[in-house]
T-cell receptor, first 113, second 113 residues
């Protein structure tokens, strides 16, 4: 049974560019959340998607946007990249938003130069 | 708002030593508490959880008890192994604030033979 799959695993972007990260949730899960983990820090909540809508959002600027598709997979888009956006981006999935059932992916390491 | 304060690391122990990692929390509602572990280059794995006061979560020899009176959820293990070397994150999730996770900053543990 596949867990949460994220792609790509690593990428390097230039300041000012745009990036799209992808996430396939664990089989049977319908809710996807995204987290940003800066080096040496704990993950910070970006937003959560359920039924193709953004249900909850953390303290991140509008440059961070997302989407959820009918098959429950999700994308995280970041526009106008800043050096400070360099981080590990984690996707987590669960069923109907149940917080004790979250499964995390291995993340996408984004480096902005 | 909700938050988690976690014992700073890094922590270095000899194999078979006793481990304690302190975690305290602040929450407005009735949160569930979690410990996650992150091995190098990987995402987060749920280690254990407790959903109400006085619950004890346990897994792989690790234990933590949800103490409402001291707002704490300290992680303990009686005898650590080299394979326990990882970063440990304390986290809370509260239905009253939408089920997002609030993570501590993480504690790096290195166990030496």
């Amino acid at each position: 049974d596949a867990g949460v799959t994220q792609s790509p695993t690593h990428l390097i972007k230039t300041r000012g560019q745009q990036v799209t990260l992808r996430c396939s949730p664990k089989s049977g899960h319908d809710t996807v959340s995204w987290y940003q983990q800066a080096l040496g820090q704990g993950p910070q909540f970006i937003f959560q998607y359920y039924e193709e809508e953004e249900r909850q959002r953390g303290n991140f600027p509008d440059r961070f946007s997302g989407h959820q598709f009918p098959n429950y997979s999700s994308e995280l888009n970041v526009n106008a990249l800043l050096l400070g956006d360099s981080a590990l981006y984690l996707c987590a999935s669960t069923l109907r938003g149940l917080h004790y059932g979250y499964t995390f992916g291995s993340g996408t390491r984004l480096t902005v130069v | 708002g909700d938050s988690v304060t976690q014992m700073e690391g890094p922590v270095t122990l000899s194999e078979e030593a006793f481990l304690t990692i302190n975690c305290t929390y602040t929450a407005t509602g009735y949160p569930s508490l979690f410990w996650y572990v992150q091995y190098p280059g990987e995402g987060l794995q749920l280690l254990l959880k407790a959903t109400k006061a006085d619950d004890k979560g346990s897994n792989k020899g690790f234990e933590a008890t949800y103490r409402k009176e001291t707002t704490s959820f300290h992680l303990e293990k009686g005898s650590v192994q080299v394979s326990d070397s990882a970063v440990y994150f304390c986290a809370l999730s509260d239905r009253d604030t939408g089920n997002q996770f609030y993570f501590g900053t993480g504690t790096s543990l290195t166990v030496i033979p």
